[in-house]
């Protein structure tokens, strides 16, 4: 007897539906409201996308940040309003924050005793003025964020924060103190025998051009 072979056919290969690619949830604009002190010049808006930031907004930014002196405008480090971004929504400031210093040109900087690197000099740097009360939260925030650096002025209510190497320095809190710092050690009360800012208010009173 015969064997019968038996042929079963291959099943048909049918195409899977194609998976949608999962949706990636819209960034949030970032908002930032700000007022210079010495000018009262005043930026309120959306800076960046999520993604990147705004050029009109940073245009925007940049001339109220603009040396007090001279009026003079350099294009504001999107990097250093990240960061200050990012410690006054960490901090919970709400309404206008406060600047008392952005762009310097080098005339600016030397009037008022900046430091000769100063992150000021290249746009990259903001003194914020706060409430006794809210200045704590803000340094301690802009300490752990570890971006840049951070120079904390109680007497002055005011704080540093900038785009540039990580480093803190001015009365930083024993606790914060001892974190680690990228690149260095950070400064302490005892290597400010000249506070670069010390005389800033003051500074800026006799020299802003009227």
């Known amino acids: 007897m015969r064997r019968r072979t038996l042929l079963l056919a ?12 999962p949706r990636r949830p819209a960034p949030g604009l970032r908002r930032l409201a700000i007022r210079h002190a010495a000018t009262g010049a005043r930026f309120a808006g959306s800076w960046h996308d999520g993604r990147t930031a705004d050029p009109a907004a940073m245009a925007e930014l940049s001339e109220v940040l603009a040396d ?4 003079a405008v350099l294009p504001f480090d999107p990097a250093a309003i990240e960061v200050l971004w990012e410690v006054a929504r960490r901090a919970g400031l709400a309404g206008d924050i406060t600047i008392l210093s952005g762009y310097r040109t080098p005339q600016t900087n030397y009037a008022v005793h900046g430091a ?14 706060l409430a ?6 803000f340094a301690e925030q802009a300490i752990l964020l570890g971006r840049g650096g951070v120079g904390i002025y109680t007497a002055r209510n005011f704080v ?14 024993g606790e914060l103190a001892s974190l680690p710092v990228a690149g260095g050690k950070p400064r ?23």
């Open 188 to 210: 302490s009360r005892l290597d400010l025998t000249f506070d670069p800012l010390a005389s800033m208010a003051e500074a800026w009173g006799k020299t802003r051009i009227k």
């Open 116 to 129: 000769g690197d100063s992150q000021h000099l290249r746009a990259g740097a903001v003194d914020v003025m």
């Open 10 to 21: 291959a099943p048909a290969v049918l195409p899977l539906p194609a998976l949608a690619a």
């Open 68 to 71: 007090t002196r001279t009026g």
């Open 160 to 173: 540093h924060v900038d785009s540039g190497p990580v480093r803190r320095w001015g009365d930083v809190p």
């Open 132 to 137: 006794p009360e809210r200045l704590p939260g």
